[in-house]
Nanobody, 116 residues
Framework: EVQLVESGGGMVQPGGSLRLSCAASGFTFSTYEMTWVRQAPGKGPEWVGGINSAGSSTYYADSQKGRFSISRVNFANTVHLQMDTLKPADTAVYYC?????????WGQGTQVTVSS
């Protein structure tokens, strides 16, 4: 079965950190670009950042630069999103997405809540 499963979400205080993971199965993970997308309550999806298939290039939305870091371990079929200095505005459901040519695979999402 083709799937992506996110984990690591939860509640954290402002200024704290979380590390999200996304485990892939059922497809050739190492050929797919991986991105993270989030959706806050009442808002549309927002692109967070991504990493190329080899893991040699990463890119981020301006609001996440310097605070978020994406990495991947291809032999483990896993991608990570390290989030530091979290703000209440980072509260959202975070999704990982795998993309290759015209194919896209989405995970089910994991909730991140930043609140004191």
């Amino acid at each position: 079965e083709v799937q992506l499963v996110e984990s690591g979400g939860g509640m954290v205080q402002p200024g704290g950190s979380l590390r999200l993971s996304c485990a892939a199965s059922g497809f050739t993970f190492s050929t797919y670009e991986m991105t993270w997308v989030r959706q806050a309550p009442g808002k549309g999806p927002e692109w967070v950042g991504g990493i190329n298939s080899a893991g040699s290039s990463t890119y981020y939305a301006d609001s996440q630069k310097g605070r978020f870091s994406i990495s991947r371990v291809n032999f483990a079929n896993t991608v990570h999103l390290q989030m530091d200095t979290l703000k209440p505005a980072d509260t959202a459901v975070y999704y990982c997405k795998a993309e290759f040519l015209n194919s896209a695979i989405w995970g089910q999402g994991t909730q991140v809540t930043v609140s004191s």
